[in-house]
Nanobody, 127 residues
Framework: QVQLVESGGGSVQAGNSLRLSCAASGGTCSSCTMAWFRQAPGTEREFVVAISGSGTMTYYSDSVKGRFTISRDNAKNTVYLQMNSLKPEDTAVYYC????????????????????WGQGIQVTVSS
């Protein structure tokens, strides 16, 4: 059983940056696709970005493309989300997810494809 723990959230003003981390433990998932989703109050969980097990393939939602960057360090079992030029509409609880999911749009953006989830971490961006 893989456990995922997010860290690095907080409150920032618009235009600033945050870096989220997601540490995996308790199981072997080095080849898993890792992804970030987010959920704002009153909305459905929204796909943000995914990265393949090797780190060579990524897929970003249009809403964050060019501002967010995902990376992973398999030696540390950790995936990172660098968020730059943050906007108030980025405010949400951010969730880390893992699973044996192909990094293609239809699959990697579907929350149902992922087997493991973190508890979520709050990111608040004020204007």
């Amino acid at each position: 059983q893989v456990q995922l723990v997010e860290s690095g959230g907080g409150s920032v003003q618009a235009g600033n940056s945050l870096r989220l981390s997601c540490a995996a433990s308790g199981g072997t998932c080095s080849s898993c696709t890792m992804a970030w989703f987010r959920q704002a109050p009153g909305t459905e969980r929204e796909f943000v970005v995914a990265i393949s097990g090797s780190g060579t393939m990524t897929y970003y939602s249009d809403s964050v493309k060019g501002r967010f960057t995902i990376s992973r360090d398999n030696a540390k079992n950790t995936v990172y989300l660098q968020m730059n030029s943050l906007k108030p509409e980025d405010t949400a609880v951010y969730y880390c997810a893992a699973g044996l999911v192909p990094v293609v749009p239809a699959a990697s953006a579907s929350a149902h494809e992922y087997d493991y989830w973190g508890q979520g971490i709050q990111v608040t961006v004020s204007s």
